[in-house]
């Protein structure tokens, strides 16, 4: 832990840590990874073990709507041990909202399971999340549980671990759920899932944990699941039990097997729940045993048999100076390994010149980067140590030579993306003078500063009204400068009717009337029509699990026209602003020298005056083509 809390502390203190906007808290109804639903929790503190944080996913039960799990004490444990919490609602539901771990394909590439790995995938590949891929795993309860083990035994390469409770094994069927125990060798079932991926199982780990008061799923399946999970990575079960207890009466019993790579959990006084610990509630959530998610994260940290637990090197104390057309890096690496540390100079085009050096023996280092021409320089310093643990990077930015001239900040590549009566609008801003105050989006509705990552940002808004919107896109620096684009979409609203109404309107048929009974009983709920193939679409619900037949699509496909329209383009554009800009935006490209390149105006090829820096005026009448000068008059 020291390695973490002391690397942070530095980067706190200078205002550089690169955690997301959103630490510490819930980030509701996310679209990622497939899933159109799916709730985040990103905590303040980061893994004690491996390189960054774990992630846990957590698959509700039957019944069970996944906003039960935000008052389930997830975030204790996400703060406790350093994970991401990712909680998706399942988009290919069977009966009663389950996920269908008894029904369809086991692979890959199949419903779900498809969905769950691209949500890990996704969110590791988001350095905002700061994912250890050593440390993502996977939990469940009931029909959840027993999703997570055959995700986990499809995908042993992606999951480190996987926590099932109240679970029925593997393979077995819907009437296993509720009825005498099935039978089912969890071993060769698992082996069979993962394929070519089976070699995994050599580092995976596995909690199995049912309530002892649970009378609606069979106790049975504990240690069926178990056992067969310790068949499989072949370790043997360890003598005796462990009371897990966590001081306010809340226990469990425990039995572990070698190495500690497969436990067996009883939860005391809990029913057919998730085990929430002191005061969690909701659905399905139980307030009286342990908090599993705790101890999962416990569990996971104390066993992982993935990460190297050799800790990366620090860095402390670095200074940044420069002197005529040479940058200086000095400060401090440790690490009870051998240490390079390498710093990196990039310029404004992204070219980069990276120098290295070696610690002293107190773990003082100096380095200087060779004579660069007047640019902005983004500067990142790492320490590797022989074993090719990195340490958390430092970060700085250095204006060579005199400043560029006053510049408003630029926006490209702006797109808004729907979903429901959300609109979610991205896009690149570039400052030139790195003083960016801000990026506003105003809706109908009201005006959202828009989160920053690098030069991304995105803003989301929700509630907007049926039909064409408007967004208004601002970027504004320190000086009063400021650029802005209007957007224009539309939000289809869909048709808000009761069962019965969608029914008569011809929405629904009775096909599908189970499902869409179950879920929404009398009350109203809002059905969007969803293009299927060709000309044919059908009417269906945000999770897709109540939907109607197949038809021809209806002239708009909403209530109001349906999906975006496109913005008219205008007669004719034009932009006043450095070259390096208009190149950033695609209406202007570079060639020869690199430090003082020529540019060109895209499409009709003119050249600009001045180099990087250069002040042109390019405007257009056609898509792709621009052209030195102002529009007509």
Same mark, same amino acid.
């Given at each position: 832990?020291?390695?973490?809390?002391?690397?942070?502390?530095?980067?706190?203190?200078?205002?550089?840590?690169?955690?997301?906007?959103?630490?510490?808290?819930?980030?509701?109804?996310?679209?990622?990874?497939?899933?159109?639903?799916?709730?985040?929790?990103?905590?303040?503190?980061?893994?004690?073990?491996?390189?960054?944080?774990?992630?846990?996913?957590?698959?509700?039960?039957?019944?069970?709507?996944?906003?039960?799990?935000?008052?389930?004490?997830?975030?204790?444990?996400?703060?406790?041990?350093?994970?991401?919490?990712?909680?998706?609602?399942?988009?290919?539901?069977?009966?009663?909202?389950?996920?269908?771990?008894?029904?369809?394909?086991?692979?890959?590439?199949?419903?779900?399971?498809?969905?769950?790995?691209?949500?890990?995938?996704?969110?590791?590949?988001?350095?905002?999340?700061?994912?250890?891929?050593?440390?993502?795993?996977?939990?469940?309860?009931?029909?959840?549980?027993?999703?997570?083990?055959?995700?986990?035994?499809?995908?042993?390469?992606?999951?480190?671990?996987?926590?099932?409770?109240?679970?029925?094994?593997?393979?077995?069927?819907?009437?296993?759920?509720?009825?005498?125990?099935?039978?089912?060798?969890?071993?060769?079932?698992?082996?069979?899932?993962?394929?070519?991926?089976?070699?995994?199982?050599?580092?995976?780990?596995?909690?199995?944990?049912?309530?002892?008061?649970?009378?609606?799923?069979?106790?049975?399946?504990?240690?069926?699941?178990?056992?067969?999970?310790?068949?499989?990575?072949?370790?043997?079960?360890?003598?005796?039990?462990?009371?897990?207890?966590?001081?306010?009466?809340?226990?469990?019993?425990?039995?572990?097997?070698?190495?500690?790579?497969?436990?067996?959990?009883?939860?005391?006084?809990?029913?057919?729940?998730?085990?929430?610990?002191?005061?969690?509630?909701?659905?399905?959530?139980?307030?009286?045993?342990?908090?599993?998610?705790?101890?999962?994260?416990?569990?996971?940290?104390?066993?992982?048999?993935?990460?190297?637990?050799?800790?990366?090197?620090?860095?402390?104390?670095?200074?940044?100076?420069?002197?005529?057309?040479?940058?200086?890096?000095?400060?401090?690496?440790?690490?009870?390994?051998?240490?390079?540390?390498?710093?990196?100079?990039?310029?404004?085009?992204?070219?980069?010149?990276?120098?290295?050096?070696?610690?002293?023996?107190?773990?003082?280092?100096?380095?200087?980067?060779?004579?660069?021409?007047?640019?902005?320089?983004?500067?990142?310093?790492?320490?590797?140590?022989?074993?090719?643990?990195?340490?958390?990077?430092?970060?700085?930015?250095?204006?060579?030579?005199?400043?560029?001239?006053?510049?408003?900040?630029?926006?490209?590549?702006?797109?808004?993306?729907?979903?429901?009566?959300?609109?979610?609008?991205?896009?690149?801003?570039?400052?030139?003078?790195?003083?960016?105050?801000?990026?506003? !989006?105003? +809706? $109908? %509705?009201?005006?959202?500063?828009?989160? #920053?990552? =690098?030069?991304?940002? @995105?803003?989301?808004?929700?509630?907007?009204?049926?039909?064409?919107?408007?967004?208004?896109?601002?970027?504004?620096?320190?000086?009063?400068?400021?650029?802005?684009?209007?957007?224009?979409?539309?939000?289809?609203?869909?048709?808000?009717?009761?069962?019965?109404?969608?029914?008569?309107?011809?929405?629904?048929?009775?096909?599908?009337?189970?499902?869409?009974?179950?879920?929404?009983?009398?009350?109203?709920?809002?059905?969007?029509?969803?293009?299927?193939?060709?000309?044919?679409?059908?009417?269906?619900?945000?999770?897709?699990?109540?939907?109607?037949?197949?038809?021809?699509?209806?002239?708009?496909?909403?209530?109001?026209?349906?999906?975006?329209?496109?913005?008219?383009?205008?007669?004719? !554009?034009? +932009? $006043? %602003?450095?070259?390096?800009?208009?190149? #950033?935006? =695609?209406?202007?490209? @570079?060639?020869?020298?690199?430090?003082?390149?020529?540019?060109?105006?895209?499409?009709?090829?003119?050249?600009?005056?001045?180099?990087?820096?250069?002040?042109?005026?390019?405007?257009?009448?056609?898509?792709?083509?621009?052209?030195?000068?102002?529009?007509?008059?």
């Amino acid at each position: 832990m020291k390695k973490y809390s002391f690397a942070m502390a530095a980067l706190v203190a200078l205002g550089l840590t690169a955690l997301p906007a959103f630490a510490g808290s819930w980030q509701q109804n996310q679209a990622v990874g497939g899933f159109n639903k799916v709730h985040l929790y990103t905590p303040d503190s980061v893994s004690s073990i491996g390189q960054g944080r774990g992630l846990l996913v957590v698959l509700h039960g039957c019944t069970q709507s996944v906003d039960a799990y935000l008052t389930a004490n997830l975030a204790q444990a996400a703060e406790q041990y350093g994970l991401v919490i990712a909680v998706p609602d399942a988009m290919n539901k069977a009966g009663f909202g389950c996920w269908s771990y008894w029904q369809g394909t086991r692979n890959r590439s199949s419903g779900d399971y498809k969905n769950l790995i691209n949500l890990a995938t996704a969110l590791m590949a988001n350095p905002g999340y700061q994912i250890d891929p050593n440390q993502v795993y996977i939990a469940g309860l009931s029909s959840g549980a027993s999703f997570a083990h055959t995700t986990a035994c499809i995908a042993p390469d992606i999951f480190a671990g996987v926590g099932v409770s109240a679970g029925p094994s593997i393979g077995t069927s819907s009437n296993g759920a509720l009825g005498p125990c099935e039978t089912a060798d969890v071993a060769t079932r698992c082996n069979q899932y993962a394929g070519s991926y089976s070699s995994h199982f050599s580092s995976q780990i596995a909690s199995i944990a049912h309530g002892r008061n649970d009378t609606t799923v069979n106790l049975c399946y504990n240690e069926q699941n178990a056992n067969g999970m310790a068949d499989l990575y072949n370790v043997s079960r360890l003598a005796g039990e462990n009371l897990i207890s966590n001081g306010s009466g809340r226990t469990a019993d425990e039995s572990l097997w070698q190495n500690g790579r497969v436990s067996m959990l009883w939860l005391n006084n809990v029913d057919h729940a998730w085990s929430g610990g002191q005061g969690a509630s909701g659905s399905y959530i139980n307030g009286n045993g342990i908090n599993y998610a705790s101890y999962l994260g416990q569990y996971f940290s104390d066993n992982n048999q993935r990460v190297n637990r050799n800790s990366a090197p620090e860095l402390s104390t670095i200074s940044v100076t420069q002197n005529n057309s040479v940058i200086s890096v000095s400060g401090k690496a440790t690490d009870a390994d051998p240490i390079s540390v390498n710093a990196s100079f990039t310029n404004s085009i992204n070219q980069t010149v990276s120098v290295s050096a070696a610690p002293n023996t107190t773990g003082n280092f100096s380095l200087n980067s060779p004579v660069l021409v007047n640019d902005w320089y983004q500067i990142t310093v790492t320490a590797t140590d022989s074993e090719g643990l990195v340490s958390d990077p430092y970060s700085s930015s250095v204006l060579l030579g005199p400043p560029p001239p006053a510049t408003a900040p630029e926006l490209s590549e702006l797109a808004v993306v729907m979903d429901g009566q959300c609109a979610t609008v991205t896009g690149r801003v570039f400052d030139l003078n790195r003083d960016l105050a801000s990026v506003s !989006v105003e +809706f $109908s %509705t009201g005006t959202v500063v828009a989160t #920053l990552n =690098g030069d991304l940002f @995105s803003a989301q808004r929700c509630g907007l009204a049926g039909g064409s919107n408007t967004a208004l896109v601002t970027a504004l620096d320190a000086e009063g400068l400021f650029s802005s684009e209007l957007l224009n979409f539309s939000i289809d609203a869909g048709q808000n009717a009761t069962l019965d109404q969608h029914i008569a309107a011809g929405r629904l048929d009775y096909t599908n009337y189970a499902n869409c009974y179950l879920e929404y009983s009398t009350a109203s709920f809002i059905l969007r029509e969803q293009l299927v193939t060709g000309n044919q679409c059908r009417w269906q619900d945000n999770d897709a699990s109540c939907f109607g037949p197949t038809l021809s699509c209806s002239a708009g496909g909403g209530d109001d026209g349906g999906g975006p329209t496109p913005p008219s383009p205008a007669d004719c !554009v034009q +932009f $006043s %602003t450095n070259n390096y800009s208009h190149k #950033l935006a =695609g209406r202007a490209y @570079s060639s020869g020298n690199i430090y003082t390149p020529n540019y060109f105006a895209t499409g009709s090829n003119t050249a600009l005056a001045g180099s990087t820096w250069g002040v042109s005026v390019l405007s257009s009448s056609s898509s792709g083509y621009w052209q030195l000068g102002a529009c007509p008059q």
